[in-house]
C-alpha cells in the first residue's frame, strides 16, 4: 500500500510484492490473484491495520499484457496508500533506447530531494543515473527500442503517475537482485497512483488498469 516512502509504513514499497497471493482464477489465457488482510498479520509486521482484499488479473498473448488491479477497503475506516506496477523491461542498448509521451510533464526528481522539474525534452534518454516520478501523465508512454527493433507502448486507466528509473553504474553494484553490467540492458517504466495518494472510503472498490503492447518495426532509427 506504499511507493517508496510515501506513506507511514517503514517498509519502501510495502509488502504486497513479497507477500504469497492466492490463485483466485485461471481462465484460458486469463489468471487472477488475490491478496486479503487476513491472509496474514500485516499490522504486527509491517503497521499495517487496514482490512482490504486486493486482486490482479493478468490477461497475455503474443503482443499484450493486460493487468487489472482491484483493492476494496472491507474494513469501517478509510484507507490511504498508494501503488505502483514494478515493471521493468529488458532492452538492448540503454543509452540507445528513449521514452516518448512526458515532454513538458512535471516530475519530482528522486536523486535531489524530490525537487520538482518539468520535463523539457520531448524524449527521455538514459546516460546516467535516473530516478523521477512523472505526475499526471498522458494516457500513453511508448518505449522506443531502436537496436531491438521494437517499439512498447504503455496505455493505462487511473494510474496517473510514471516512474522511469534506470540504476546505472555504482548502484547496480551495490543492488543484491541485478548484475553490476545489467543496468545497460534495463528500464523501469511504471505507473502508479503515488501522489496524491488514494482516499478509499469503506466498502468501496478502487480499480486501475494497464494494457501494454509490443510492436516489431525494422525502419525504427
Known amino acids: 500500500p506504499q511507493f517508496s516512502d510515501f506513506g507511514t509504513l517503514s517498509t519502501s514499497h510495502g509488502f504486497a510484492r513479497n507477500s504469497k497471493w492466492q490463485l483466485f482464477e485461471r481462465e484460458g489465457d486469463t489468471v487472477t490473484l488475490k491478496l486479503s488482510s487476513s491472509d ?59 521514452v516518448e509521451g512526458l515532454y513538458r510533464v512535471g516530475y519530482l526528481d528522486s536523486l535531489d530531494n524530490r525537487e520538482m522539474r518539468t520535463e523539457s525534452n520531448p524524449h527521455i534518454s538514459i546516460h546516467e543515473e535516473v530516478d523521477r516520478i512523472y505526475l499526471s501523465t498522458p494516457p500513453t508512454v511508448r518505449i522506443v527500442d531502436p537496436i531491438g527493433k521494437r517499439v512498447l507502448s504503455i496505455e493505462k486507466f487511473n494510474l496517473p503517475d510514471i516512474v522511469v528509473w534506470n540504476p546505472w553504474i555504482e548502484k547496480s553494484k551495490r543492488m543484491g537482485d541485478l548484475c553490476d553490467d545489467e543496468y545497460k540492458e534495463m528500464i523501469c517504466v511504471e505507473t502508479g497512483c503515488i501522489k496524491p495518494a488514494i482516499h478509499l472510503l469503506p466498502g468501496t472498490m478502487w480499480k486501475a488498469e494497464q494494457i501494454m503492447s509490443v510492436a516489431h518495426n525494422p525502419s525504427i532509427v
Open 40 to 98: 496474514d498479520n500485516f499490522a504486527e509486521k509491517y503497521g499495517c491495520s487496514d482490512r482490504f482484499v486486493v486482486s490482479i488479473k493478468y490477461t497475455i498473448n503474443e503482443t499484450q499484457l493486460f493487468t487489472q488491479l482491484k483493492v476494496t477497503n472491507t474494513g469501517i475506516d478509510e484507507m490511504v496508500y498508494s501503488t505502483a506496477l514494478h515493471t521493468y523491461f529488458r532492452v538492448e542498448d540503454i543509452t540507445k533506447t528513449r
